[in-house]
C-alpha cells in the first residue's frame, strides 16, 4: 500500500473512533440534558462524520479495485 494510501486507513481508523465516541455521548444522559440547539449541532455534526466516514471507505475500496 502506497503512503497515502496508508494516510486515508489511518485517517478512517481515527475517524470511527471519534464518531463511535460521539455515537455513545449522543445516546447518554449528559446528551439529552443539553439545549436543543447543542443537541442539533452534534447530531449534524455526527450525520457529517458518518458521510465523511463512507467517503473514507469508498477511497479505501477504490484502491483495490
Known amino acids: ?3 497515502h ?3 486515508v486507513v ?3 481508523a481515527e475517524l470511527s473512533k471519534k ?9 447518554g444522559s449528559i446528551y439529552a440534558s ?4 447543542e443537541q442539533s449541532r452534534l447530531s449534524r455534526q455526527l450525520l457529517i ?8 471507505e469508498e477511497r479505501i475500496a477504490a484502491f483495490t479495485a
Not at 464518531?19 to 445516546?27: G, H, V
Not at 462524520?49 to 473514507?56: K, T
Open 10 to 12: 489511518d485517517e478512517k
Open 49 to 56: 462524520m458518518h458521510l465523511y466516514e463512507q467517503v473514507l
Open 34 to 37: 443539553l439545549p436543543a440547539a
Open 1 to 3: 500500500m502506497a503512503p
Open 5 to 7: 494510501q496508508q494516510r
Open 19 to 27: 464518531t463511535q465516541k460521539l455515537d455513545t455521548f449522543c445516546e
